[in-house]
C-alpha cells in the first residue's frame, strides 16, 4: 500500500473511533508507519487535507455498500429494511464504533471547519443522488425517491448516534422499519397514481 493510502486509511481509523477535535497529526504519523515529512509532502495542508481525503473516501465506499445493500430487492422498503438489519448487526459486532465517519464528523466541525463541512456535504448528497435513482428504476417518482433517501440518510445517521449511546440496536432496527412503512406508502401512491392514470389514457 502507498504511503499516502496508508495515511488516509489511518485517519479514517481514527476519525471513526475518536472524531476530528481528538485526532493529532501524531496519531496519524503512528497509526499509518508514515515519517512526519511525507505527512506534509502527501498532503500540504496537514490534518485538514487528510480529513478531507478520508472523508471523500469512506464517503464513497460506504455509498457503494449502502447500494451494494438495496440493489437486490424490487421493493425500496424491503431493500431498506434489510440495510437496516445489516446494520444493526455490524456496528453491534464491531464494538459499537462508528461505521463511517461522515455524519459524526460532519457535526462535529459543522461551524468550526466549513471546508471539511461542505466536503461531508457533498459526500451525503451523492447518497441522495445515489439512493434516488435506485428508488426512480424501482417506479417511484424523482420527488418520492429523493424525499425517501433524504430521509433514510438522516435516519440512519441519527440512528447510530443512539445506539452507540444506548450500546444497542434497537434504534436503528426501528428506523429500519419507520422508513420501511414511508417507503411502502409511498410506492402505493405511485402504483394507485399509475392505474389511474392508465385508466384514464384507456377511455
Known amino acids: 500500500m502507498k504511503t ?3 495515511i488516509v486509511m489511518a485517519m479514517t481509523e481514527l476519525l471513526r473511533r475518536q472524531g476530528y477535535a481528538a485526532t493529532g497529526i501524531k496519531q496519524v504519523v503512528e497509526l499509518s508507519d508514515a515519517p512526519i515529512g511525507s505527512i506534509y509532502h ?5 490534518k485538514r487535507d ?3 481525503a478520508a472523508l471523500r473516501q469512506s464517503g464513497t ?3 457503494e455498500l ?3 445493500l438495496l440493489a437486490p430487492y424490487d421493493d425500496p422498503a424491503d431493500g431498506i429494511e434489510a440495510a437496516f438489519v445489516a446494520a444493526a448487526e455490524t456496528i453491534e459486532q464491531g464494538g459499537w464504533l462508528n461505521m463511517c465517519p ?4 460532519a ?3 459543522a461551524d468550526a471547519e466549513p471546508d471539511l463541512r461542505e466536503i461531508a456535504a457533498e459526500v451525503m448528497s451523492s447518497w441522495i443522488d445515489a439512493g434516488a435513482a435506485l428508488f426512480t428504476a424501482r417506479g417511484l417518482p424523482v420527488a418520492d425517491a429523493r424525499s ?3 430521509a433514510v440518510v438522516s435516519a440512519l445517521e441519527g440512528a447510530f448516534i443512539v445506539a452507540r449511546t444506548q450500546r444497542s440496536t434497537d434504534a436503528i432496527l426501528a428506523a429500519g422499519r419507520a422508513m420501511g412503512c414511508y417507503a411502502r406508502a409511498l410506492t402505493t401512491q405511485a402504483r394507485t397514481e399509475a392505474i389511474s392514470q392508465s385508466g384514464e389514457v384507456g377511455r
Open 4 to 6: 499516502d493510502e496508508r
Open 42 to 46: 502527501h498532503f500540504k495542508g496537514g
Open 50 to 52: 487528510i480529513a478531507a
Open 61 to 63: 465506499a460506504y455509498g
Open 66 to 68: 449502502v447500494g451494494m
Open 102 to 105: 461522515v455524519g459524526t464528523v
Open 107 to 109: 457535526g462535529e466541525i
Open 148 to 150: 425517501l433517501m433524504s
